[in-house]
């Protein structure tokens, strides 16, 4: 029989990439996602899925969107993708973005312990939990010691789907993702800033990158590969928390001269160090041991990061010789 799926954040990166995943698998996808007046569908039209995904519009933080979703779409699987994702902004907006990325978990669990107990629940957790790391890698025993308001509000939404697992017997999964990215990335996310304002420079239309800490390191997979770790979670008989990473970190100055390099230019001449970038409480070190996932859910990444990131300058080249 055709399974259901429901994805809140389907507009979003992660979800638009999930959506276009399950669909494949001969899923029937529906999708919770907010009213806006811009074009929220973008990237569900740019993958080409935008008419096979079926809408129901709600905010994630009003539990009776939640519940009309999960009886509209009978959902066998709920991916809470939902979040104010973006760490930089939780900094100013703290409330909003505790919230939508923490009690927006909760609200979810609670929708299907009230409607649905037998549907099977996947989390969007983050390394960001992870913070001030004391361990060379981080896996699914490390500490949390978030170093932003939206690292705090994931371990809050983390914690409640171990309880609901624990309390109610729900098929409730984790997964403590590192960066992720891709062509679909938000522009305010490093990543796609510096993939932008490369393609911007050698069309003439940019001279500099500003740019805070050049030496943060992080561990960054595409996210094209990381949603089929989310699907082979629910998949188990058993709902485990999983860390899916590459294992391998890099810092935003190695990125920057892939990027660069890629269009045969000196990354030098043109990033600025910017101390307004720079974070009030910084994370300098993060990488991933996804020993687990690699053998429990025989998950792998298979994009490299040289690959991510020269495929991710190409499509800003793209669009922005399209503009």
Not at 2 to 17: E, F, R, S, W
Not at 251 to 270: G, K, N, P
Request: aromatic share 10%; hydrophobic share 40%; proline share 3%.
């Amino acid at each position: 029989m055709k399974k259901n799926a429901l994805i809140t954040g389907i507009t979003g990166q992660d979800g638009a990439y999930l959506a276009a995943f399950l669909l494949k698998k001969g899923y029937r996808v529906v999708g919770l996602a907010p009213r806006r007046s811009g074009d929220g569908t973008w990237r569900l039209r740019e993958l080409g899925i935008v008419e096979a995904v079926e809408l129901v519009y709600g905010d994630i933080i009003d539990l009776s969107s939640i519940m009309r979703a999960l009886e509209f779409s009978r959902a066998d699987e709920v991916y809470n993708l939902a979040a104010q994702s973006f760490v930089g902004s939780s900094w100013t907006e703290p409330v909003n973005t505790a919230q939508v990325t923490g009690v927006g978990a909760l609200n979810v669990l609670e929708a299907i312990r009230l409607m649905n107990p037998k549907a099977r629940f996947y989390q969007a957790s983050t390394s960001e939990m992870f913070g001030l790391v004391r361990t060379s890698s981080q896996d699914e025993s490390t500490p949390f010691h978030p170093r932003s308001p939206y690292g705090v509000a994931k371990v809050f939404g983390h914690w409640a789907t171990v309880n609901y697992r624990e309390s109610h017997g729900l098929h409730a999964s984790s997964g403590i993702l590192f960066n992720h990215e891709s062509p679909y990335r938000g522009i305010e996310f490093v990543t796609r800033k510096v993939t932008d304002t490369v393609a911007r420079i050698k069309l003439g239309r940019a001279r500099e990158l500003r740019l805070g800490n050049l030496d943060a390191k992080r561990d960054w997979g595409y996210a094209g590969d990381y949603v089929e770790a989310m699907w082979r979670m629910l998949q188990r008989d058993v709902a485990e928390d999983y860390v899916v990473a590459t294992g391998i970190s890099h810092t935003v100055r190695e990125m920057c001269e892939i990027a660069f390099s890629h269009l045969e230019l000196d990354y030098r001449e043109h990033v600025v160090t910017d101390p307004k970038f720079y974070r009030p409480a910084e994370v300098d070190v993060l990488v991933g041991n996804p020993a687990k996932a690699r053998a429990q859910l025989e998950w792998q990444p298979k994009v490299a990061f040289s690959e991510l990131i020269a495929m991710m300058v190409d499509a800003d080249l793209a669009r922005v010789s399209r503009e």
